[in-house]
């Protein structure tokens, strides 16, 4: 049983469906009637439940929420949830990020990546296993969900209509496996006691910010030392005269708020920057002190770790709005910690005269056994199709559907040691791989069938 030749039969079939996908901008954008989403969210589902149609799959729209196809028999359901929206793409892309462009065997595109090429990979795997005639004890279904990058309330319109699965994975994290993902606290920021005049920055979230502007009155910060410090650091910069006042933007890398070391905050480089130069502003002294450089919450007291993780913070978004300046902060906390300790730690770090935290809300961590049989079937799935006995599975920062719903773990669809640049201009996926997760994913459900 030769899987690479399937795989081979529906390249061409693949990078067809996949360039489908790409081309519709399924980011979340304000409801109309019939796609609570957006209507790229919901173009990118209809989409996605043709080609599993035009597969031979049973197809399932609940809503346009979320929808799924289905084979097999039998009242235990492995499920499959890939995910089909998309996060913004920003700026600096080399070629059109809403067409599948394939340029050295690397194929580039918003969602090749996170998550559209995984569903695709899924969506073939689940072609192949019908093809085997393989026994199907167990009905399997892949679930495309259109609101994983802004809460998943997709999927929770699932469980609602469809209950949990018995088993499962969700192909939006790194083989070969990942049984432990951290708590995410998401908090705002505030602060009224500041001179500047206005401040900007970021997309989203769980995004490091990679533009940032902000208008504050002239000669009140030396010039130099402002230039000096962006120079020394690599910093992008520019400053422009408006009237009695300085309008200054940074440019940053984005980079996704799990990884917060991957990219460049903007808003950090610009603020230290300013308080280097000599600038005086209470605002800018509260996020020094409690956002600070590093990404691990020290300023809060939230420098915590465990044997699986350190915490990491990032802040995504800032803004200022009839003298109140707001930033978020999307915090990653280790698997062993529980959001009722980080909301204890908080509660006596959170204190300042120059700035206030608003509402805070969370998500529990995720940890499954690494020798549970969920864990252990992917895990040998992976090893049998690459030949890696060595790389373990690993717990990450990143939250996935595995969160939102019962026996799932993310697995795949990147390889560790790889920077996909999800979240960030120019996201790639080698095509090589394409083919690669189509097989461990076949031989994932193989597995799965006998558990």
């Known amino acids: ?96 990020p809403y067409k599948l462009t394939i340029i050295d065997d690397v194929m580039y595109g918003r969602g090749v990546s996170d998550d559209k090429g995984a569903a695709v990979a899924s969506m073939y795997a689940l072609k192949i296993i019908k093809d085997l005639n393989i026994p199907l004890n167990k009905r399997v279904r892949l679930i495309l969900g259109t609101n994983e990058e802004n809460g998943s309330n997709c999927l929770k319109h699932y469980v609602e209509k469809e209950g949990h699965i018995d088993l499962g994975f969700t192909p939006d994290g790194s083989f070969p496996g990942v049984f432990g993902e951290k708590g995410i606290m998401h908090l705002d920021f505030h602060s009224k006691s500041t001179n500047i005049k206005d401040i900007y920055g970021g997309h989203t979230r769980n995004i490091v910010c990679d533009d940032c502007t902000i208008k504050i009155e002239k000669n009140t910060y030396s010039s130099k030392k402002l230039e000096d410090y962006f120079n020394n650091h690599n910093i992008e910069f520019s400053v422009n005269e408006d009237g009695d006042d300085v309008v200054i933007n940074v440019k940053g890398i984005a980079a996704h708020s799990s990884r917060p070391s991957l990219g460049v905050n903007a808003i950090t480089y610009l603020l230290f920057g300013l308080k280097s130069a000599g600038y005086q502003d209470p605002f800018v002294d509260y996020y020094c002190e409690k956002i600070g450089m590093d990404n691990d919450g020290k300023g809060y007291g939230l420098n915590i770790s465990d044997d699986y993780g350190s915490l990491t913070a990032n802040n995504g978004i800032i803004k200022m709005e009839d003298g109140v300046i707001t930033g978020t902060l999307d915090i990653r906390f280790p698997v062993t910690y529980t959001l009722k300790q980080i909301n204890e730690i908080l509660e006596d770090n959170s204190d300042s005269e120059n700035g206030y935290i608003g509402e805070m809300k969370g998500v529990e961590p995720l940890f499954y056994p690494v020798d549970s049989p969920l864990v252990s079937s992917l895990l040998k799935a992976y090893r049998k199709v690459t030949n890696d006995n060595e790389t373990l599975p690993i717990t990450m920062g990143g939250g996935t559907y595995a969160k939102g719903i019962n026996n799932c773990i993310a697995f795949g669809c990147g390889f560790l040691g790889v920077d996909y640049h999800i979240h960030d201009k120019n996201e790639f996926l080698p095509i090589e791989e394409l083919w690669l997760q189509t097989e461990i994913y076949v031989e994932a459900i193989k597995n799965l069938l006998e558990v």
Do not use: R
């Not at 049983?1 to 996949?18: A, G, P, R, S």
């Not at 173009?43 to 609940?62: P, R, S, V, Y």
């Not at 949830?81 to 080399?94: I, T």
């Open 1 to 96: 049983m030769d899987i690479k030749k399937f795989v081979d039969n529906y390249k061409q079939d693949m990078i067809d469906d996949l360039s489908k996908l790409i081309s519709i901008e399924s980011t979340m954008s304000d409801p109309i009637e019939g796609a609570l989403f957006g209507k790229g969210p919901k173009d990118a589902l209809l989409e996605g439940l043709k080609q599993c149609e035009n597969l031979g799959f049973k197809t399932k729209n609940i809503d346009n929420y979320i929808g799924y196809a289905e084979i097999g028999e039998g009242e235990e359901v492995i499920g499959i949830l890939a995910h089909l929206d998309v996060v913004p793409v920003g700026d600096g892309w080399k070629t059109d």
